[in-house]
């Protein structure tokens, strides 16, 4: 299996510009994470599709951001504009969980895509 | 609501000498326990949970994790310890009782010294 992929690994850009990560889970898994890591704030969960559903976006942090999941084998997450604070490691994870959200299945994370706003 | 707490933000130890990294947490129902290992520039890799069953549990890499219910702990472990274990663990759990997805803990620096 070739796991959780994600893309860009590394992307540097401007204030200001649109940022779109990718993330394509693996195969069979009904559900999707995009989680953010910053030294000062940890690992955080921005949300979570089910079924190619948003169930939980509440840790978005803000309108600049969106996600979507077209299709069960492809999310994309967005930022625009970007800003310097929004600088961080995002994580992509997919995961078999049931409908009803209580599952001792393992989630597994991507390589995660390292994000840089000068 | 529930939450996990990683008390030390770093531990250091001998290669050869055993190791423990502490986790505890906190649920309204039973709970679903998971360790995660990050290495330096990638990203989480699963290393072991706990569901049901046996209390002690072995996982990846030689490491095992003991459920304590009474103590609410999942205290990550392993026998002798080498160089190449240096990474940042995170605990992680789930509550049974709601549909809440995974809560991680705040990492513990593991540093095995030659």
């Known amino acids: 299996d070739a796991g959780v992929i994600q893309s860009p690994r590394h992307e540097v850009t401007e204030m200001g510009q649109e940022v779109t990560l990718r993330c394509k889970p693996i195969s069979g898994h009904n559900s999707l994470f995009w989680y953010r890591q910053t030294m000062m704030r940890g690992l955080e969960l921005l949300i979570y599709?089910?079924?190619?559903?948003?169930?939980?976006d509440s840790g978005m942090p803000e309108d600049r951001f969106s996600a979507k999941m077209p299709n069960a084998s492809f999310s994309t997450l967005k930022i625009q504009p970007s800003e310097p604070r929004d600088s961080a490691v995002y994580f992509c994870?997919?995961?078999?969980?049931?409908?009803?959200?209580?599952?001792?299945?393992?989630?597994?994370f991507g390589e995660g895509s390292w994000l840089t706003v000068v | 609501a529930q939450s996990v707490a990683q008390p030390e933000d770093q531990v250091k130890v001998a290669e050869g000498n055993p190791l423990t990294v502490k986790c505890t947490y906190s649920v309204s129902g039973n709970p679903y326990l998971f360790w995660y290992v990050q290495y330096p520039n990638r990203g989480l890799q699963f290393l072991l949970k706990?569901?049901?069953?046996?209390?002690l549990v072995k996982g990846s890499y030689g490491f095992e994790a003991e459920f304590n219910k009474s103590q609410t702990s999942f205290h990550l472990k392993k026998p002798s310890a080498l160089v190449s274990d240096s990474a940042l663990y995170f605990c992680?759990?789930?509550?049974?009782?709601?549909?809440?997805?995974?809560?991680f803990g705040s990492g513990t620096q593991l540093t095995v010294l030659p």
């Open positions: 599709f089910n079924n190619n559903v948003p169930i939980d």
């Open positions: 992680a759990v789930r509550d049974t009782g709601s549909a809440r997805q995974l809560t």
């Open positions: 994870a997919s995961g078999a969980i049931a409908s009803g959200g209580v599952s001792g299945n393992t989630i597994y």
């Open positions: 706990y569901i049901t069953g046996d209390n």
